[in-house]
């Protein structure tokens, strides 16, 4: 009713003018002003996401524990079911993983590895990400045995993803530390000290999102107090723990609200559709999926 009020007064004027005065053109910037005001729609203030975490497996064939060369060019447009993907041990085969994907925002694979492999974290994105900062793990152990965690430049990447204008939280990826030895353990342990203390110290009172390949067993009696740890120093929660999904894994999407953002998890699900023709999963990781709602605070 605005846009044709406002329409109609400004036909009057520029066509008649007031009374016998003749037209006022100045007055067309103040009422085109007014028209695109009364047109303006407000920044949304609540709406979902759909998140895929997914550890590709994508060291070279016949070292990968699935068979990249022919499952990466199926994995990619299956990608596009989804706002936000996070994937790990993207190593050898990201232009495959990126081809068939449309999301508009995306990271650049890491360029320049201190080590034989890159930390293998990408992501893909349908909202506009922030600058993507990649940290090292400062522990690992392993480089021909116990996983060879120290072939390969893992640890985590972090950015901004902008939900609507003037809102944004932090998503993490990262890849923790594999193998059960006691130097296993203490270097996975490690990570998630080192992953908490960056929190801590960066993402202030702003609602997270941390997904990735954790390495954790739930409730094992050695990865169990890593992972309480984890929740205690960042006040960050399971999602599936948080909706009793029932189904622990070691892939998780852990979240937190915070002052500017509610995030809330509304459904978490292994994602069953990344099979081949034989069914077949495409990886030697199951995916997970997860949906959260987000709303500005009242």
Same mark, same amino acid.
């Given at each position: 009713?605005?846009?044709?009020?406002?329409?109609?007064?400004?036909?009057?004027?520029?066509?008649?003018?007031?009374?016998?005065?003749?037209?006022?053109?100045?007055?067309?910037?103040?009422?085109?002003?007014?028209?695109?005001?009364?047109?303006?729609?407000?920044?949304?203030?609540?709406?979902?996401?759909?998140?895929?975490?997914?550890?590709?497996?994508?060291?070279?064939?016949?070292?990968?524990?699935?068979?990249?060369?022919?499952?990466?060019?199926?994995?990619?447009?299956?990608?596009?079911?989804?706002?936000?993907?996070?994937?790990?041990?993207?190593?050898?085969?990201?232009?495959?993983?990126?081809?068939?994907?449309?999301?508009?925002?995306?990271?650049?694979?890491?360029?320049?590895?201190?080590?034989?492999?890159?930390?293998?974290?990408?992501?893909?994105?349908?909202?506009?990400?922030?600058? @993507? +900062?990649?940290?090292? #793990?400062?522990?690992?152990?392993?480089? %021909?045995?116990? !996983?060879?965690?120290? /072939?390969? $430049?893992?640890?985590?990447?972090?950015?901004?993803?902008?939900?609507?204008?003037?809102?944004?939280?932090?998503?993490?990826?990262?890849?923790?530390?594999?193998?059960?030895?006691?130097?296993?353990?203490?270097?996975?342990?490690?990570?998630?000290?080192?992953?908490?203390?960056?929190?801590?110290?960066?993402?202030?009172?702003?609602?997270?999102?941390?997904?990735?390949?954790?390495?954790?067993?739930?409730?094992?009696?050695?990865?169990?107090?890593?992972?309480?740890?984890?929740?205690?120093?960042?006040?960050?929660?399971?999602?599936?723990?948080?909706?009793?999904?029932?189904?622990?894994?070691?892939?998780?999407?852990?979240?937190?609200?915070?002052?500017?953002?509610? @995030? +809330?998890?509304?459904? #978490?699900?292994?994602?069953?559709?990344? %099979?081949?023709? !034989?069914?077949?999963? /495409?990886? $030697?990781?199951?995916?997970?999926?997860?949906?959260?709602?987000?709303?500005?605070?009242?």
């Amino acid at each position: 009713m605005a846009r044709v009020i406002l329409a109609d007064t400004y036909r009057k004027v520029v066509t008649t003018g007031y009374g016998n005065q003749p037209p006022r053109t100045p007055l067309l910037p103040i009422l085109l002003a007014l028209l695109l005001h009364a047109c303006t729609e407000p920044p949304p203030s609540e709406g979902t996401f759909l998140s895929l975490s997914y550890n590709v497996a994508g060291l070279p064939e016949g070292i990968s524990g699935s068979h990249p060369e022919r499952n990466t060019p199926i994995i990619s447009p299956l990608l596009n079911g989804y706002d936000l993907v996070l994937v790990q041990e993207d190593f050898v085969y990201h232009e495959a993983l990126a081809a068939g994907a449309t999301h508009p925002y995306r990271s650049e694979p890491m360029t320049d590895p201190e080590r034989f492999f890159s930390d293998g974290l990408n992501r893909f994105s349908v909202f506009p990400l922030g600058p @993507l +900062t990649r940290v090292r #793990w400062d522990a690992c152990h392993g480089t %021909v045995e116990n !996983a060879s965690d120290c /072939l390969a $430049d893992k640890g985590f990447s972090v950015s901004e993803v902008t939900l609507a204008e003037d809102l944004s939280l932090l998503v993490y990826n990262h890849h923790a530390e594999a193998g059960g030895s006691e130097e296993d353990v203490a270097a996975r342990a490690d990570n998630f000290t080192q992953l908490g203390t960056h929190i801590v110290e960066n993402a202030g009172d702003r609602a997270v999102l941390v997904t990735g390949d954790t390495n954790l067993h739930g409730f094992d009696v050695d990865d169990e107090p890593i992972l309480s740890e984890l929740f205690t120093t960042t006040d960050l929660a399971d999602a599936c723990r948080t909706i009793g999904c029932g189904d622990d894994r070691i892939d998780r999407f852990l979240f937190r609200s915070g002052s500017d953002l509610v @995030l +809330t998890p509304t459904e #978490w699900a292994v994602a069953g559709e990344f %099979v081949d023709e !034989a069914d077949r999963p /495409l990886s $030697d990781h199951v995916p997970i999926r997860a949906r959260f709602s987000w709303a500005r605070p009242e």
